[in-house]
């Protein structure tokens, strides 16, 4: 039998809060975030963005945290030499330390996570839940964060005189107190100044690894040839299966495999950055396929009443207002099907009382009232049939006879 892993206990989770990353502003991309919680676990920073970028494609579940970790993660205060301008007291740039800003990214994030949207669905609660358990995972593997790389060892050097030991007499020399002068000063020349700290000693950076240019041009040329093929199947050949969001996303699996690869032999790539891209068309093109489509047919209050068979058309539409279809006038002599559709709006349809209907309706948001299977006329159901396929995407449908 396989060993169970235990939940996490409350003590657990307070360990994770209190040691949660910093974030590094000196070799930050954006904010950060991705080199912070590296550091921390001491894991390679492109693997963070790798699952962050895949955790996006999760209902934008990436995106929120990227951004709520900037807010609840603490900054180094280092700036970005790479970077122009000051940072603000956040480690982000000043413009977007703005309480107007701040507050606009707040509601955004409360907006995506509460109310009702295609970005944040089923698949955003399960990317949500993935970072959650990877977090813990790395966690448990790393419970001592190294120094300097958690909000609970991150200090700030005094320079101030610490105080006299309590009982100690006030005219006490203090420089009786350490005879070997500090390595800062070997020549003894200050010892009025010995008593204070240390100076803080300067770590010489670890050599960014080399890039690997031959892996980057593989891998792009392989994302190339799957987005020509993807392309080609769907505009020239019309394959049902192969959409351009799916074309995306093989393009991103590709881009994700060798940024991943590069990580594992230490090399640079430089694909994480198109990476990211790419995977914000993907979770664009995602959040496009599954928005309904608004009707044409302009905005205000339609009457579409036919006088004979003849006059009766396909289709009626409106995209905002109201739409009144009155078949009290028609007369069938064969079989019809007509389609009425609102974007937002009402939809009537008036049927005369010996017609047979069939009415199908459907709305995304707002009531129907459609009676299933055809519904004979005062002369029984024999005869020709009016099929009515109603639509709204928000609004309410009424099928009734007058």
């Known amino acids: 039998m396989s060993p169970t892993v235990a939940p996490p206990t409350t003590d657990e989770l307070h360990d994770i809060w209190r040691t949660r990353p910093v974030r590094s502003g000196g070799d930050a991309m954006i904010a950060g975030v991705c080199s912070g919680i590296a550091r921390r676990y001491d894991v390679d920073p492109t693997l963070v963005r790798v699952a962050l970028v895949v955790a ?51 509601v955004a994030i409360i907006a995506l996570a509460i109310l009702p949207s295609p970005a944040w669905g089923s698949s955003g609660l399960v990317g949500a839940a993935l970072l959650v358990v990877g977090v813990w995972a790395l966690h448990r593997r790393t419970p001592e964060p190294p120094p300097g790389t958690s909000a609970d060892t991150v200090t700030t050097v005094s320079l101030t005189k610490p105080a006299a030991p309590t009982g100690a007499p006030a005219d006490a020399d203090a420089t009786t107190e350490r005879v070997v002068p500090p390595a800062w000063d070997p020549l003894g020349a200050a010892p009025f100044a010995w008593d204070l700290p240390d100076p803080p000693t300067t770590q010489t950076p670890a050599p960014r690894p080399a890039r690997d240019t031959a892996l980057a041009a593989v891998v792009v040329g392989v994302a190339l040839l799957v987005a020509a093929v993807g392309v080609a199947l769907w505009s020239a050949v019309g394959v049902a299966a192969v959409t351009p969001v799916r074309i995306a996303g093989a393009v991103l699996a590709v881009l994700a495999v060798g940024v991943i690869a590069g990580a594992l032999r230490g090399r640079r790539t430089g694909l994480t950055g198109l990476a990211v891209l790419v995977g914000v068309v993907v979770v664009v093109l995602g959040v496009a396929d599954r928005s309904p489509q608004f009707p044409s047919g302009g905005v205000g209050e339609r009457n579409w009443k036919p006088l004979s068979e003849g006059d009766l058309a396909p289709e009626y539409t409106v995209t905002v207002g109201s739409g009144t279809l009155d078949l009290r006038s028609v007369t069938l002599t064969g079989d019809r099907t007509v389609r009425v559709e609102a974007g937002v709006g009402q939809v009537v349809i ?25 519904q004979g006329g005062d002369d029984g159901a024999a005869g020709p049939v009016l099929t009515v396929d109603a639509s709204t995407v928000a609004g309410d449908i009424e099928v009734r006879r007058g």
């Open 350 to 374: 008036e049927v005369p009382r010996d017609m047979n209907v069939r009415a199908v309706c459907h709305t995304t948001v707002g009531k129907q009232d459609c009676a299933s299977g055809v």
């Open 56 to 106: 996006a494609t999760f209902g934008g579940s990436g995106v929120l945290a990227y951004i709520a970790c900037w807010f609840a993660l603490p900054s180094d205060g280092v700036e970005n030499p790479r970077r122009r301008g000051p940072l603000g007291r956040h480690g982000m740039p000043r413009d977007l330390h703005r309480p107007g800003t701040v507050g606009l990214v707040v």
